[in-house]
């Protein structure tokens, strides 16, 4: 895990290498760092067919200790870290102005919830669909 997080992290800051250096732009790769991170961890669980959605739960995942609104805790630190490093970066000279910098990490938060809903809708009727279907002897 440690060597594919720092991958991740090597591959989002790839655009520095063009765009060049700056904090502003560190802070949003950064929040989307943490966002990718939140979403990837959520999807593997609804695409495993090991566990799926119906099995996301304390009992199932006891790795996470904490739960809130039937999801980890952490998910939550994850969302709370990407908001506050991307705002943090409007405290930076020449930052955009904070409403706009709300509406630009809510507008790429929206871009990370819709394919995940569509995710849990596809893999939802796909699972349906194989505890219906009649197995061959």
Partial sequence: HVFLMLFILLFIHLPMVYLGFSL?????????????????????????????????????????????????????????????IYLAGGLLPGATAWHERMTRWGMVFALFVLPTIATIAVTSIGSRRRLTVPQAD
């Fill in 24 to 84: 502003a732009r560190e802070a949003e790769l950064l929040s989307l760092f943490f966002l990718l991170a939140v979403f990837w961890d959520f999807l593997w669980f609804v695409c495993n067919p090991h566990f799926g959605l119906s099995r996301f739960r304390p009992a199932h995942v006891w790795w996470f200790k904490s739960w809130l609104l039937g999801l980890p805790s952490s998910y939550f630190i994850g969302v709370a870290l990407s908001l506050g």
